[in-house]
């Protein structure tokens, strides 16, 4: 579209009675001033057509503030005006129209009319009110004075504007012509312009006039200041300079020098170990010669925070009162005795010597038992700060001593971090999953851990990042595993273990009783009016649905059930419930758990064994059988390496023994045997089944079955020896939790019953046997009379 253009010159022409007003967001017009204008608004581009088919006369307000949408209304505008005459406008768009407009006079909008889409206004003129005297013209010359030196001191002011202030002899006009050419506030013009009196918009633009040339004459001399320091192109160093300029000029203080003496100071209050206060002063020397802005300014300032926010010297006062702290830790926990034993005894040796190393104590167990919770109860008994870590799958040694500051991004290993969180140097640290640490080719956690829990060696504990020596004697260490087999030896050889090995039944009742049922209540919003259980139920439970060591799987059967008292509830069907023994089955379905001890053992070749697995002890049946073949011997199950050893040498036993046990030494010339450990998918190791392998294929050969509810674990030899196995406690347990009433143990783990709680060892007859005649006799029972 071609341009349009339109052109006029001002002419002396009263303003009308209703002028259209088109409002000013970021300038101001006085009168006989030029402006130029930009139009986009599809209302105020209307207004300037209609205008200029008109007298070209429009208002022009300046608007308090722009509005976040639409146009502004009469409320949003200055009162005060200026009625301009358009001069010149283009159109180059529909949408777009460029004006230059040249101010008449001002007016006061008396109010605003409708009937058009843009504002209108009736307006009443405005004229001065002027004073020639000596005091008028004074201010004149002074104004002027201070005009010229402003565009002096203003790059974007041409020279010329100062010559055509000083032509002007009115003083009204005077005053708006250097208010216009000033930058100032867009209220302090419309101040001006809303002056009448010219003597005072005369005052009133001097005062501003002064303030503008305070400002300019300061820019002037930060300039000149810096002027000298600054190298030719340093465009960035010159910004920095002028800052500091202006804040010397305020009166501010540097804020690079007060953190650096804040440090100073946390140094001096720290009261920093010798080394630590060399190396922090050396770094903070180091600190206040660099500039805020590099690189190494923020490490040195990262290393110097963490230096001084560490507990050198801080640390809590224990509670050396045993009987409360016995309290606590029978509050927390049901049994675990050895454990709290041990707590107990280490404060008593800190109230006879205070300065006494804190215990290395490794709690190991199936999960479940209380490991974890152990640590934050033994905390809450000492009155200490409780900080775990969880090791589980950390494979890298800068998460135990840290990374080295070289790197970027460095910062402290967990232990450091640790005693920064906590705020006291004698926490209890927890360990979690000490067995579940790994190693790859960013080093081995496991040995940095050497030196953290060794109290010959963590009073000298040097962090990569810190590299400086951190007492680690005061803390209280305590690591968590499910399996000491998987722990270095060196590491293993430092830490005191507390085998948490799993509860009876008869514990896991009252455990339920006093910590699960209500802590599950409050969580699914129930009181203890509207759910009961009963001890049968709690019992079916512990019975039908969750054999295991711990104590997990029966608080989340527990949850269940309490979700489903919750529904029943809400729904309006019941107000309160009581769980009983038949109401199990009804929330979380029919038992999954049933004993088969009796069924599985009354056939000749089945055994019961007892295993050790991570959870705790699991029974193991074993089944053998022979087959006509060529001699052959069949192991199925994924066993391991050292169970299949342990099969071959019993059945070699047999063989060598078999005229001593009646059995046809023919027999194993025609005939295969085959032995199989159900539960195939699950792989199975060890030697411990070895006494029941042997007894399996004595049965079977013997035509013999093995007394019912009867258990055994024992490792052989080929003459016929019963050697110690491990796990015995947890092997006894899931015994006892399985309806097993007698076991076959070796005669050296008869030591190892003093762990077994007294129910346990009532409730089960315990046989102990050397050499495998005497588990035969035992196990197998008696033979019928007139069998061959």
Known sequence: MPDQQTETSATPENLPEVLPILPLFDTALFPKMVLPLIVMQKKSIRLVDEAMQANRIIGLQLARKKPDSGDPGEKDLYRIGTGAMILKMAKSHEDKAQLLVQGLERFKAIEYLSGKPYLQARVERIADIETKDDETEALMKNLLGLFNRIVELSPGLPQEIGTMASSINEPGTLADMITSSMDTLFADKQKILEQRNVKKRLKEVTRQANHQLEILELGSKIQSQVKGDMEKGQREYYLRQQLKAIKEELGETDETQVEIEEFRTKIAAKNLPEEARKEAERELDRLAR???????????????????????????????????????????????????????????????????????????????????????????????????????????????????????????????????????????????????????????????LLEVLDPEQNYTFTDHYLDVPFDLTNVMFITTANILDTIPPALRDRMEVLPLL???????????????????????????????????????????????????????????????????????????????????????GPIRLTAETRTRTLIPGVALGLAWTEAGGELLFIEATAMKGGKGLTLTGQLGDVMKESATTALSFIRTNAAELNIDENFFKTSDIHIHVPAGAIPKDGPSAGVTMLTALASLLMGRPIKKDLAMTGEITLRGQVLPVGGIKEKVLAAHRTGVRALILPKANQKDLEDIPKKVRDAIEFHFAEYMRDVLKIALTPKKPGAT
């Not at 230096?307 to 409360?324: F, V």
């Not at 070289?406 to 640790?418: D, F, N």
């Not at 799987?553 to 419930?577: D, P, S, T, W, Y």
């Open 502 to 588: 799993g509860y009876t039944e008869e514990e896991k009742i009252k455990i339920a009783n006093r910590y699960l049922i209500p802590r599950q209540r409050q969580a699914h919003g129930l009181s203890a009016n509207q759910i009961r259980f009963t001890k049968g139920a709690v019992r079916r439970l512990i019975r039908g649905y969750t054999r295991e060591a711990g104590l997990r799987n029966l608080e989340r059967e527990i949850a269940a059930i309490c979700r489903g008292a919750a529904a029943r509830i809400v729904e309006g069907k019941k107000k309160k419930v009581a769980i009983r023994v038949d109401d199990v089955a009804d929330y979380i």
């Open 290 to 448: 660099m500039h805020p802005s590099s690189a190494e300014y923020t490490v040195a300032s990262t290393y110097l925070d963490w230096l001084t926010t560490l507990p050198w010297h801080d640390s809590t006062k224990d509670n050396l009162n045993i009987k409360k702290a016995r309290k606590v830790l029978d509050h927390d926990h049901y049994g675990l005795e050895k454990a709290k034993k041990r707590i107990v005894e280490y404060l008593a040796v800190r109230k006879l010597k205070a300065d006494s190393k804190g215990p290395i104590l490794c709690f190991t167990g199936p999960p479940g038992t209380g490991k974890t919770s152990l640590g934050a109860s033994i905390a809450r008994a000492m009155g200490r700060k409780f900080h775990r870590i969880s090791l589980g799958g950390v494979r890298d040694e800068a998460e135990i001593r840290g990374h080295r500051r070289t790197y970027v991004g460095a910062m402290p290993g967990r232990i450091i971090q640790g005693l920064r969180r906590v705020g006291s140097n004698n926490p209890v640290f927890m360990l979690d999953e000490i067995d579940k640490v790994g190693s790859d080719f960013r080093g081995d956690p496991s040995s940095a």
